[in-house]
């Protein structure tokens, strides 16, 4: 399976859902939801809104997921792992472990969740796609 269809089939089967379940039926059409991979984040605290993309320094490719909330702007990004490490079903829960945990940590610091105790679906093998399990 190329890069580029196991990204998008990870982030529309498995991320997507996941980010969408700490949320409110309102806020979901609000929130763009980027899988990238093989860069690393580098933010600018002069201009928070830009966000920039570079190649890692220890020349490998991680897969991160940017989540912004269209109305007032506010973004989180959080690197999932490795990506050729996230091929392995139980390094991939562990990492959805910890997204879900800072998907609801994100939202209740928003100014939509402000406060507000929020839930994202814990994961389980179990709950993979076959194609995920499989290693296909």
Do not use: K
Request: aromatic share 12%; glycine share 8%.
């Amino acid at each position: 399976m190329s890069r580029t269809s196991f990204v998008s089939r990870l982030r529309d089967q498995v991320i997507r859902p996941l980010v969408h379940s700490a949320l409110t039926e309102d806020e979901i059409p609000e929130i763009t939801l980027a899988v990238v991979v093989g860069t690393e984040f580098d933010s600018s605290f002069r201009e928070p809104w830009e966000l920039r993309w570079t190649y890692p320094e220890d020349g490998d490719e991680y897969v991160w997921a940017h989540v912004t909330y269209r109305p007032t702007n506010e973004g989180g990004t959080w690197r999932l792992g490795r990506s050729e490490d996230l091929h392995d079903p139980s390094v991939l829960i562990d990492a959805l472990q910890q997204l879900g945990w800072d998907v609801e940590d994100w939202v209740c610091e928003t100014t939509f969740g402000w406060g507000e105790e929020r839930h994202a679906r814990r994961v389980q093998l179990g709950d993979l796609p076959e194609w995920l399990i499989a290693g296909s």
